[in-house]
């Protein structure tokens, strides 16, 4: 299977009522070969309208934040727990993430990432662990599935909380030592 031929059966997805109020299906993006595999909670309003993860004012930071460590969009995917935006930007509850999982998990499969980066708390404790803590373990190294995985601070919680910018540039520098480690397309 393909990630498009994948996206295509998601389309059709009605697994949850987020399905019912969505504009565009929020799939994912990147390139089928990419190394590392960023997954957010949700889409937002911009990303709903748009049908692609983190093109409002966090994506934007985003982009920032993937040059630092010279990534971009060109070579990583970028995808959510949920493909269906959650009213007014609440967090995804958990029977939308439970309905949405096996979409993630089947391009996890696909994609056969060599690292996965979890933006925000949502997505670290359905990946990592359900007590996670964002505050306290964010840029610590974790394991899904055999694959190294690390949390970051969500670009939107850094939007709402510049302080927590430089606790995202040290996450950001531990993410580089690791592309450099294991990709074939270091920075």
């Known amino acids: 299977m393909t990630l498009s031929a994948l996206c295509e059966q998601?389309?059709?997805?009605?697994?949850?009522?987020?399905?019912?109020?969505?504009?565009?299906?929020?799939?994912?993006?990147?390139?089928?070969?990419?190394?590392?595999?960023?997954?957010?909670?949700?889409?937002?309003?911009?990303?709903?309208l748009q049908g692609e993860p983190f093109v409002g004012a966090a994506g934007h930071l985003l982009d920032d934040m993937l040059l630092i460590v010279d990534l971009g969009r060109d070579n990583c995917y970028i995808a959510n727990i949920v493909k269906c935006r959650p009213p007014g930007n609440r967090d995804p509850l958990e029977t939308e993430q439970e309905a949405c999982f096996p979409w993630l998990q089947q391009q996890i499969e696909i994609l056969q990432p060599k690292i996965i980066v979890c933006l925000g708390r949502?997505?670290?404790?359905?990946?990592?662990?359900?007590?996670?803590?964002?505050?306290?373990?964010?840029?610590?190294?974790?394991?899904?599935?055999?694959?190294?995985?690390?949390?970051?601070?969500?670009?939107?919680?850094?939007?709402?909380?510049?302080?927590k910018?430089?606790?995202?540039?040290?996450?950001?520098?531990?993410?580089?030592?690791?592309?450099?480690?294991?990709?074939?397309?270091?920075?």
């Open 10 to 48: 998601c389309q059709h997805c009605t697994g949850c009522g987020l399905s019912q109020t969505r504009n565009k299906l929020v799939f994912g993006v990147g390139p089928e070969n990419a190394e590392v595999l960023f997954i957010g909670e949700g889409p937002g309003q911009q990303e709903d």
């Open 165 to 187: 910018r430089p606790e995202s540039f040290r996450d950001l520098k531990i993410l580089q030592q690791k592309v450099s480690e294991l990709c074939t397309h270091t920075p």
């Open 122 to 163: 949502i997505s670290a404790q359905k990946l990592i662990k359900p007590d996670f803590r964002i505050t306290r373990e964010h840029g610590q190294w974790f394991s899904y599935n055999g694959i190294p995985i690390m949390a970051m601070y969500h670009p939107s919680a850094l939007l709402r909380d510049p302080s």
